[in-house]
């Protein structure tokens, strides 16, 4: 999927689905549908539905065949989902071992270095993954731009996002571009870029952001403090919260909140 969009990860999402009722066995359709399964949640799929089905379509491609690379990194990524890091970090170390080579999997490694507690190495990751491949597809720079941020390179994170094309960008590039404008204290392209992402999802808030599936505590906090520094609503409402198990809260939306 180099360019997607709602609709092309649909279309995508039947494809895989029907390759595999012709042929169950094809671990790398099994691969393909965790991946769409996973994108369409950047496009309004409802997470709740649709993790389950990545992580069980990830799963089931290891089963097939342990020795595939790209089915332990997905896997890996879809486990970090549920907050097991230790188990996701096993997964996409042993994806780097079976394919130290690949450039998506490094992006992979990269995008998610920071959650399992190394930001350095995720941009070491992100610059060799490009170096690999320049021409890397769309749906792969996350993990570039969020490892970037969170290793404070934020002009390489916000080059990554400026290259996507408007179509492509999903709420969390417009929430990191202008997180990263604030975080290099220019205000004024922060407040800027953070109406265009108001425009874009207005129910974006700082909380609610930084209580999206896949981050740390760490990340958590850098993140619902860059966003409120960018001039996003700090609180989040009840209904974006109610699916979060242990929630992470800012202390003044937390005490707006108390009886």
């Given at each position: 999927m180099i360019r997607p969009s709602k609709e092309r990860v649909d279309e995508a999402i039947a494809f895989f689905k029907q390759s595999l009722v012709e042929d169950p066995t094809l671990a790398r359709a099994w691969v393909d549908l965790a991946w769409a399964y996973d994108i369409s949640t950047w496009y309004g799929a409802d997470y709740a539905i649709t993790h389950p089905l990545a992580l069980d379509a990830a799963r089931r491609a290891v089963e097939i065949d342990p020795m595939d690379a790209g089915a332990h990194a997905a896997l890996g990524v879809q486990i970090g989902y549920d907050g097991d890091f230790e188990r996701g970090k096993a997964e996409l170390e042993t994806a780097l071992r079976l394919n130290p080579g690949s450039a998506d999997i490094l992006a992979l490694a990269a995008g998610w270095s920071s959650t399992f507690g190394d930001p350095a190495r995720g941009s070491e990751l992100a610059d060799q993954a490009i170096r690999?491949?320049?021409?890397?597809?769309?749906?792969?720079?996350?993990?570039?731009?969020?490892?970037?941020?969170?290793?404070?390179?934020?002009?390489?994170?916000?080059?990554?996002?400026?290259?996507?094309?408007?179509?492509?960008?999903?709420?969390?590039?417009?929430?990191?571009?202008?997180?990263?404008?604030?975080?290099?204290?220019?205000?004024?392209?922060?407040?800027?870029?953070?109406?265009?992402?108001?425009?874009?999802?207005?129910?974006?808030?700082?909380?609610?952001?930084?209580?999206?599936?896949?981050?740390?505590?760490?990340?958590?906090?850098?993140?619902?403090?860059?966003?409120?520094?960018?001039?996003?609503?700090?609180?989040?409402?009840?209904?974006?919260?109610?699916?979060?198990?242990?929630?992470?809260?800012?202390?003044?939306?937390?005490?707006?909140?108390?009886?």
């Open positions: 690999i491949n320049p021409n890397y597809p769309v749906s792969v720079t996350v993990n570039f731009y969020m490892a970037y941020f969170m290793a404070g390179r934020h002009e390489d994170s916000l080059r990554i996002i400026d290259q996507q094309r408007l179509e492509n960008r999903t709420s969390l590039s417009w929430g990191i571009r202008a997180s990263n404008y604030a975080a290099l204290g220019q205000m004024e392209r922060a407040k800027a870029a953070t109406r265009e992402a108001l425009e874009q999802h207005p129910d974006l808030t700082a909380e609610g952001f930084a209580n999206e599936p896949g981050f740390n505590e760490t990340e958590r906090r850098k993140l619902a403090e860059a966003m409120r520094k960018a001039g996003f609503p700090p609180c989040a409402t009840s209904e974006q919260l109610k699916a979060v198990e242990r929630p992470f809260r800012i202390s003044e939306c937390s005490t707006a909140s108390s009886p």
